[in-house]
């Protein structure tokens, strides 16, 4: 069983759609992280949360940690082709646990 | 910019050989982590070290075992390869407490 559940497990949309990805767990994590990893590639990080509540903002991306550290989002606005990739998020306790990810298609 | 490297790609090997995957990291990072992924389970710990000659079981440390004889490198085995260890195998490295990087996997096929 996975520590992180992650949901939808895939997730096909219309360029200029917004979508959500969750990332679920009973566990409280010292920190949560989220990896967007291209076919042929490794995960790249693109956030790190910390704090119980935290909204953190990349461009059109938005991170958001649960308040009681167990469950995060990923939030695209409008997305584009380019964000198109598997996203992966993974929990610190004293090791990093990884979610199975959600495969992310956007259409042109 | 940190960059891990891994030695192969692509990997094709026969079921009893015994298979040498290697990494080497380039910012004298204290840690290094060798994962497998598979479609649905994600990203799963088989090995981890925290320096130099310092190694500890991950979740799945089972068919493999690993080397860190000098600080930049991180080399995985599999003692006799088989088949249900076809995989994605991806090595990161990170300074404490800091992010890891990952390399860009080697997709090993075992036949």
């Known amino acids: 069983t996975q520590l992180l559940e992650q949901s939808p497990q895939f997730l096909s949309i219309q360029e200029g759609e917004n979508l959500t990805v969750y990332c679920n767990s009973s566990s409280v994590f010292s920190s949560l992280q989220w990896y967007r990893q291209e076919p042929g590639e490794g995960p790249v990080l693109l956030v790190t949360v910390v704090t119980g509540g935290e909204v953190k903002k990349l461009k059109r991306l938005t991170f958001q940690f649960g308040d009681a550290r167990k469950d995060s989002s990923l939030h695209i606005t409008a997305a584009q082709p380019g964000d198109t990739g598997l996203y992966l998020c993974?929990?610190?306790?004293?090791?990093?646990?990884f979610g199975a990810g959600t495969t992310v298609t956007v259409r042109a | 910019d940190v960059k891990v490297t891994q030695s192969s790609r692509y990997l094709v090997k026969r079921t009893g050989e015994k298979v040498f995957l290697e990494c080497v990291q380039d910012m004298d990072h204290e840690n290094m982590f060798w994962y497998r992924q598979d479609p649905g389970l994600g990203l799963r710990l088989i090995y981890f070290?925290?320096?130099?000659?310092?190694?500890e079981k991950g979740d799945i440390p089972e068919g493999y075992s690993v080397s860190r004889e000098k600080k930049e490198r991180f080399s995985l085995i599999l003692e006799s390869a088989s088949t249900n260890q076809t995989s994605m195998y991806l090595c990161a490295s990170r300074r404490l407490n800091q992010p890891q990087h990952f390399g860009d996997g080697t997709r090993l096929s075992i036949l």
């Open positions: 070290s925290y320096d130099v000659k310092m190694k």
């Open positions: 993974a929990g610190a306790v004293y090791k990093l646990s």
